[in-house]
Nanobody, 115 residues
Framework: QVQLVESGGGLVQPGGSLRLSCAAS????????MGWYRQAPGKQRELVAT???????DYADSLKGRFTISRDNAKNTVYLEMNSLKPEDTAVYYC?????????WGQGTQVTVSS
């Protein structure tokens, strides 16, 4: 089992920045990929960004240039730096980890972009 704990969400004004963190614990060896997804009210969960243990990253096309994912393998932690935030970025952001083809999810952290 892998446990994921997110932190760093909150309320931010349009144009602002936030940094999300996700710490993995438990059976963290051989986690192949970690990343972030988000779900806005009334919408399906969607990919934000992922990164492999080797540092290969993938982003939703619409978020490239504003969001940056990084990973500290020694700390089993993945980060999401979000800049130039827009109201449409408002959502619950979920951390994801893949280990042995099994998906694990965090509880989610709310990000609200509003003036």
């Amino acid at each position: 089992q892998v446990q994921l704990v997110e932190s760093g969400g909150g309320l931010v004004q349009p144009g602002g920045s936030l940094r999300l963190s996700c710490a993995a614990s438990g059976r963290v060896s051989s986690i192949s990929r970690m990343g972030w997804y988000r779900q806005a009210p009334g919408k399906q969960r969607e990919l934000v960004a992922t990164t492999t243990s080797g540092g290969i990253t993938d982003y939703a096309d619409s978020l490239k240039g504003r969001f940056t994912i990084s990973r500290d393998n020694a700390k089993n932690t993945v980060y999401l730096e979000m800049n130039s935030l827009k109201p449409e970025d408002t959502a619950v952001y979920y951390c994801n980890a893949v280990r042995s083809y099994i998906n694990y999810w965090g509880q989610g952290t709310q990000v609200t972009v509003s003036s």
